[in-house]
Every structure is written in structure tokens, then in C-alpha cells.
Antibody, heavy 121, light 104 residues
Framework: EVELLESGGGLVQPGGSLRLSCTAS????????MSWVRQAPGKGLEWLSS????????YYADSVKGRFSISRDNSKNTLFLEMNSLGAEDTAVYYC??????????????WGQGTLVTVSS | EIVLTQSPGTLSLSPGERATLSCRAS???????LAWYQQKPGQAPRLLIY???SRATGIPDRFSGSGSGTDFTLSISRLEPDDIAVYYC?????FGQGTKVEIK
């Protein structure tokens, strides 16, 4: 059974940093692209970043480019999102999502339950 | 960048009725990467349809997808109370704004 478990969310001050993790199980992690998607309170889904199965290709939304960094450790079946210069607009539930293939970009067939990031002083 | 526009914003139907949700793209793209997701309150999204018309694992055949080019449709036949959710279409880096399905 595919499982994705996010961690690392919490309360952070404006301008601060946070590192999210997503631990995967139940599939061959390195064979699939992975992504981060967020959802602000009461709002829709916003794609943030994707990484290929090998980690060689990465993509970012304009809203986070230069501030967020996606990476993965295939030896530990773990996906990361390093977030810097956080602002109130980054307050959201952050989901990791598994791609349907090895490429970075595509659709997402499994999602974690999400981790809440709150940016506030 | 492609913009996906979903309509209607909210759909209110009676149990047993057919729901038809629309997703219109601002430019042509391959239907290979058009997906639909269901998100129930307090839950993570769930993949329903990929490749515009292929049902994901475990999705009942009441859910069907169709379309190509710039116009795509998600249909839910015989609406059930458990179908109350927000439905999103997606292509690569873009999600539609969602359609909320309510039961009368």
C-alpha cells in the first residue's frame, strides 16, 4: 500500500525558514516523480514544485522560485521542501504527491495527508 | 502558462441525478495529462481520472471523463451523498479553481 507521510510543518515567523519532509513507502520511490502542492485556508490547490525520480530535473512555480528548494534522498525514500523567506501568503496545508511516472511533471496518483505551515508573528 | 477554468463554481443536485463538470483550458494541450481530483472536506485530494478519460484504481464507473483540445468534462452519474466534495482538474503545473458539488 502506498503511503506518504509529511512532517516538519508548524508555526514560523515572517522571514523565517522551514524544511518539510515526506517519507514514502509501498512503492519503488526512485522510479517516480514527486511533487509538493499546497492549499491555503479555504482556497484551492496550488502546485509548487516537482522533481523527477532521479532528482535530475526540478520545476518550480513562479510564486516560490528562488525561495523554495525541492530535493529527494532515494536511499531514504524521502522527499524534501526547503522553504525560505516565508511570508503570510505561504500559510497553507502542504501536501506531497506521487507522480504517475518517473518524469517530474504529470498527474498525481497518491497524496499525503498534509502538514500545516502557519507563518505569523 | 495554461489557465484552467472550471464551471460551474457550485453544483447543487438531488441524489440520483447526473452531474456534469466542465474544465476549459486557455490553450490546446495533450489530453494525456488532464486529470480530475476529488477533495472531500478535511481530506487530501484523490485522483479520479487521468489521461482525460481513464479511471484511477478503485474509482467506481459512475465517474467518467471525456474531452480533448481545450474542453474537458467530468461526469458523475447517479449522484450519491458521498460525492459531496470539491472537484479539481489539473494539467502539469496548473489546477482549475474547483467545482463544489452539493446535494439538495
Amino acid at each position: 500500500e502506498v503511503e506518504l507521510l509529511e512532517s516538519g510543518g508548524g508555526l514560523v515567523q515572517p522571514g523565517g525558514s522551514l524544511r518539510l519532509s515526506c517519507t514514502a513507502s509501498g512503492f519503488s520511490f526512485s522510479s517516480y516523480g514527486m511533487s509538493w502542492v499546497r492549499q491555503a485556508p479555504g482556497k484551492g490547490l496550488e502546485w509548487l514544485s516537482s522533481i523527477s525520480g532521479t532528482g535530475s530535473s526540478t520545476y518550480y512555480a513562479d510564486s516560490v522560485k528562488g525561495r523554495f528548494s525541492i530535493s529527494r534522498d532515494n536511499s531514504k525514500n524521502t522527499l524534501f521542501l526547503e522553504m525560505n523567506s516565508l511570508g503570510a501568503e505561504d500559510t497553507a496545508v502542504y501536501y506531497c504527491a506521487k507522480g504517475r511516472g518517473v518524469a517530474a511533471r504529470g498527474n498525481f496518483d497518491y497524496w499525503g495527508q498534509g502538514t500545516l505551515v502557519t507563518v505569523s508573528s | 502558462e495554461i489557465v484552467l477554468t472550471q464551471s460551474p463554481g457550485t453544483l447543487s443536485l438531488s441524489p440520483g441525478e447526473r452531474a456534469t463538470l466542465s474544465c476549459r483550458a486557455s490553450q490546446l494541450f495533450s489530453s494525456t495529462y488532464l486529470a480530475w481530483y476529488q477533495q472531500k472536506p478535511g481530506q487530501a485530494p484523490r485522483l479520479l481520472i487521468y489521461g482525460a478519460s481513464s479511471r484511477a484504481t478503485g474509482i467506481p464507473d459512475r465517474f467518467s471523463g471525456s474531452g480533448s483540445g481545450t474542453d474537458f468534462t467530468l461526469s458523475i452519474s447517479r449522484l450519491e451523498p458521498d460525492d459531496i466534495a470539491v472537484y479539481y482538474c489539473q494539467q502539469f503545473s496548473t489546477f482549475g479553481q474547483g467545482t463544489k458539488v452539493e446535494i439538495k
